[in-house]
T-cell receptor
Framework: NAGVTQTPKFQVLKTGQSMTLQCAQD?????MSWYRQDPGMGLRLIHY???????DQGEVPNGYNVSRSTTEDFPLRLLSAAPSQTSVYFC?????????FGQGTRLTVV | EDQVTQSPEALRLQEGESSSLNCSYT??????LFWYRQDPGKGPEFLFT???AGEEKEKERLKATLTKKESFLHITAPKPEDSATYLC????????FGPGTRLSVLP
């Protein structure tokens, strides 16, 4: 049982490049979400999804897109990377009782 | 606007020295209060969910309690392996996380 799998673990991008962070879960959870974690600021919600075909914005959605075509997968797309998007990104999958996090993607934009 | 704060920001304890971490929240329609442990370079690891004021949950040296405005994570006789950042999150419409408390337990 893999839980929540994020890829890649590390990524360096140049300003203006685009990329997709992958997230997959094998627990059949309806609710999935993406967070970014910056020093001293805690985890901030970027986008979330309550089921396949349904997505919504969180606290800090600008510069990011998501889609949810299947229950298992919830990719996060950076459209045109900016240095302000340098952060650690976490994907989570949850029920109302508990949430499981991936191991994170450390992204640096230069 | 939903908000979660945590105190202290950092805490240093001697092994065996019990203490408490605080999580204060302002969330409309609280559906659950979550506690996580996060080790450096890792994702948060689920510890507890509390649903209503007065509820308590225990796991080894940790006990979480909940009131209408705050939650406490009590650590009894901590060991060095309890060193980590402890995060709380309030679940209303969405999860709102606090900034965490960085706990160091010295041998």
């Amino acid at each position: 049982n893999a839980g929540v799998t994020q890829t890649p673990k590390f990524q360096v991008l140049k300003t203006g490049q685009s990329m997709t962070l992958q997230c997959a879960q094998d627990m059949n959870h309806e609710y999935m979400s993406w967070y970014r974690q910056d020093p001293g600021m805690g985890l901030r919600l970027i986008h979330y999804s309550v089921g396949a075909g349904i997505t919504d914005q969180g606290e800090v959605p600008n510069g990011y897109n998501v889609s949810r075509s299947t229950t298992e997968d919830f990719p996060l797309r950076l459209l045109s990377a900016a240095p302000s998007q340098t952060s650690v990104y976490f994907c989570a999958s949850s029920t109302g009782l508990e949430a499981f996090f991936g191991q994170g993607t450390r992204l640096t934009v230069v | 606007e939903d908000q979660v704060t945590q105190s202290p920001e950092a805490l240093r304890l001697q092994e065996g020295e019990s203490s408490s971490l605080n999580c204060s929240y302002t969330v409309s329609g609280l559906r659950g209060l979550f506690w996580y442990r996060q080790d450096p370079g890792k994702g948060p690891e689920f510890l507890f969910t509390l649903y209503s004021a007065g509820e308590e949950k225990e796991k080894e040296r940790l006990k979480a309690t909940l009131t209408k405005k705050e939650s406490f994570l009590h650590i009894t006789a901590p060991k060095p392996e309890d060193s980590a950042t402890y995060l709380c999150a309030a679940y209303g419409q969405n999860f709102v996380f606090g900034p965490g408390t960085r706990l160091s337990v010295l041998p």
